[in-house]
């Protein structure tokens, strides 16, 4: 009976971690200038592969450009029971030849009353390229593998996976908006909408 409940606690609470294991790529490959803080805040909605229509939340993160070519960012993201906390380094390894290009490995960990604990490793592979002085467009593939923690269940680990197209949009010289689609290509990924904005302090 104990390893029924603890079956049925399982699958009920899967839809919660395949939505939010995810603070959102928002960003094009290139990194945070070299002595410059960033903050971003984007809504996030999920739906699809069996996600209620109505989870959504929202992710803050903030990071500093330690080099031209190397930043370090952090953040939360919060759900309705659900809590994420984690951060990523970006090493910017190709500038427009003929594109962008950063690798982006990171952790978090999962928290809350409707979700499992667990600790992630994170990795985005992320392109982007100049289609304006103001516009660019992006795409990345976002990886997140999870292992569970919780004492309530055993071999519960699992792996999302994302195709992630985006825009990012200057308004002004500190301030971008961005949106992006995630588009999960497996059964634990769900997809989402998110749009934000992104400040910079020089």
Do not use: C
Request: charged content about 20%; overall charge negative.
């Amino acid at each position: 009976m104990r390893f029924r409940l603890l079956v049925l606690s399982f699958v009920l609470l899967l839809p919660t971690l395949s939505f939010a294991q995810n603070f959102g790529v928002m960003e094009s490959a290139e990194t945070i200038d070299r002595g410059n803080f960033k903050l971003r805040v984007n809504p996030m909605l999920f739906f699809g592969n069996d996600v209620p229509d109505d989870q959504q939340g929202v992710a803050f993160m903030a990071g500093y450009g330690f080099t031209d070519k190397f930043d370090v960012e952090g953040g939360a993201a919060l759900y309705d029971g659900v809590h994420l906390f984690g951060g990523n380094a970006e090493f910017w390894v190709m500038k427009r030849k003929p594109f962008d290009l950063s690798i982006i490995p990171g952790l978090h960990v999962t928290r809350g009353d409707r979700a499992l604990d667990s600790t992630g490793f994170d990795l985005t592979v992320l392109a982007s390229k100049h289609m304006t002085p103001r516009l660019d467009l992006y795409g990345g593939l976002d990886f997140a593998f999870e292992s569970v923690t919780d004492d309530r269940v055993s071999d519960a680990n699992y792996k999302t996976v994302h195709l992630v197209p985006g825009i990012e949009y200057k308004v002004h010289r500190d301030v971008d908006l961005l949106a992006e689609i995630g588009i999960g290509l497996n059964k634990a990924a769900a997809n989402y909408f998110s749009a934000g904005v992104a400040f910079y302090l020089r």
